[in-house]
């Protein structure tokens, strides 16, 4: 069901938290930027404006095709990042806990859940995000943007490394969704980390075996570009410098902020369940990268 779907995304996507959140001192709730792309015309900066309701006193930055093509360049075709920046978004920071919600108008490749996978990684966190567009694109530009936003909001820099690991698995993830499905592709990638979490890998071949196994088991097929993807991406995330109490704390402020909810009937033992497991979880891969 669409409202379980939309309930369930920003659940799963603090699961995928890989990188440690960022806190400015200096951001509070309510702080809100907009992104523009530097293609759009001054009439479809107007109506994009109107449409998402920012005030007349927002600040505004602009994403270059240019910029869309350092992030995105080493995952995604040049055809498909194209050569206008066109997509937009606003950000607006909200209080602590409340997790990321996204939105988007006249995206047709990069999903709402792509979107906030992509950002949580990239340490962004408690926000609402709105990305949009004046026609259908791929919104690989909103990505770029929201990122770009965050920074100039908080004034931190979010380092290189960290921007390129957080494109790279949102990319991954949207194509094997596009393989093997949306579901099976999160599915994927979660059961990957918790069987690193339980069995060590010593090297690249290990990690290999243990992501061939899990595919099978989940009787999904791979192809070796694939595959060698998986391989190359968690290598990467194994040396990440990864803060997992943060990771944890994520996790206790979903529990407490779930509400409602988690209490309606058909919703309550699924989701605490889930949510037990991965507190498990979390223990045993923090001991894994101490």
Do not use: C
């Not at 994009?48 to 075709?77: D, K, R, W």
């Not at 108008?105 to 996978?117: G, K, L, P, Q």
């Not at 567009?133 to 929201?146: C, K």
């Not at 071949?205 to 570009?225: F, K, N, S, Y």
């Amino acid at each position: 069901m669409k409202w379980l779907q939309k309930k369930l995304i920003p659940l799963l996507l603090v699961f995928t938290l890989l990188i440690p959140s960022i806190v400015a001192a200096d951001a509070a709730p309510g702080d809100m930027i907009v992104t523009l792309g530097e293609n759009l015309t001054a009439e479809q900066q107007k109506s994009l404006l109107n449409e998402m309701g920012a005030p007349e006193n927002v600040e505004i930055i602009f994403v270059t095709n240019e910029e869309e093509h350092q992030y995105l360049g080493n995952y995604v075709s040049a055809r498909q990042i194209g050569t206008r920046s066109i997509s937009s978004s606003m950000i607006t920071l909200t209080e602590s806990g409340s997790g990321l919600n996204v939105e988007t108008n006249n995206i047709s490749w990069v999903s709402e859940a792509m979107y906030a996978n992509a950002l949580v990684t990239a340490g962004v966190k408690d926000a609402d995000i709105y990305v949009t567009a004046p026609f259908e694109v791929s919104g690989t530009a909103g990505l770029t943007g929201i990122i770009k936003a965050y920074e100039v909001t908080t004034e931190i820099d979010i380092p290189e490394e960290q921007k390129q690991i957080a494109n790279e698995e949102m990319v991954r993830t949207g194509k094997l969704a596009e393989s093997i499905g949306m579901e099976e592709a999160t599915e994927l990638m979660n059961r990957i980390k918790e069987e690193i979490a339980k069995n060590p890998v010593e090297s690249e071949e290990d990690l290999r075996q243990l992501i061939q196994r899990v595919a099978q088991e989940l009787g999904v097929t791979l192809t070796e570009e694939e595959l060698n993807g998986l391989v190359s991406l968690f290598m990467r995330l194994k040396d990440l410098n990864i803060d997992w109490n943060q990771v944890q704390n994520q996790i206790g402020k979903i529990r407490d902020n779930l509400g409602d909810f988690l209490n309606r009937e058909d919703t309550q033992s699924f989701i605490a369940s889930l949510l037990d497991v991965l507190q498990r979880f979390i223990e045993a891969i923090k001991e894994l990268f101490k």
